[in-house]
Structure formats: C-alpha cells, structure tokens
Nanobody
Framework: QVQLVESGGGLVQAGGSLRLSCAAS????????MGWFRQAPGKEREFVAT????????FYTDSVKGRFTISRDNAKNTLYLQMTSLKPEDTAVYFC???????????????WGQGTRVTVSS
C-alpha cells in the first residue's frame, strides 16, 4: 500500500497563497487516483479536490473552484495542491489520499497521509 506524506502547510494571511505537496512511496503512484481532503476544527473531514491517474481529469468542491488547483507529477511520485486567494474559512488540516477512482467520497480512498495544517489569518 502506498505511503503518503504531506508538506507545505503554514500560516498565511487572507488573500495569500500556499502550495501543498504530497510525496508518495511504497507503491505505484501512477496507478492511483488521488485526492485532497480537509478537516477544520470541530468539523467533519470534507472533500476538496481529486485527480485521475494521468492527471487529465480533475474535480473540485464548489468553495475552492477557481482558487485551488490540483496536479500531479507521476515521474516524481508527488501530488500538489496550489491554493490561491486563501480565505480564513480555508483554515484546516489538509490530507492527501490515494484511491482507485476519481471520486469525492473519503471512504473510497484507501491510503491517507498524516495531514498538514493550513491557517489563514484575517
């Protein structure tokens, strides 16, 4: 099973940008659809974005469309989430996940990273 490690989180002012990375090891990265999820304090984990094995298909939750971009580099076994125009409501722990399909449901992803914290100040 693939192991995932996120990085790139931090504290940023509203309107700023961050790029999250998710390094994969121990599996064939290109055989997995990948996703980003986030969990804010006191809230359930929610879907953010997903990408197909080749990167040709992407899908976003409405609240991040036009601001976030999911991408992957299969040669580097790395998933990315470019986040721009950040808002305080984007504050959360962000998780990457590996699964078998381009889907928004967390339970469909079999491998998860430990998360990276993003804090957006107003």
């Amino acid at each position: 099973q693939v192991q995932l490690v996120e990085s790139g989180g931090g504290l940023v002012q509203a309107g700023g940008s961050l790029r999250l990375s998710c390094a994969a090891s121990g599996g064939t990265f290109s055989s997995y659809a990948m996703g980003w999820f986030r969990q804010a304090p006191g809230k359930e984990r929610e879907f953010v974005a997903t990408i197909s094995r080749s990167g040709s298909i992407t899908f976003y939750t409405d609240s991040v469309k036009g601001r976030f971009t999911i991408s992957r580099d299969n040669a580097k076994n790395t998933l990315y989430l470019q986040m721009t125009s950040l808002k305080p409501e984007d504050t959360a722990v962000y998780f990457c996940a590996a699964g078998s399909a381009v889907i928004t449901v967390a339970t469909s992803f079999s491998s998860w990273g430990q998360g990276t914290r993003v804090t957006v100040s107003s």
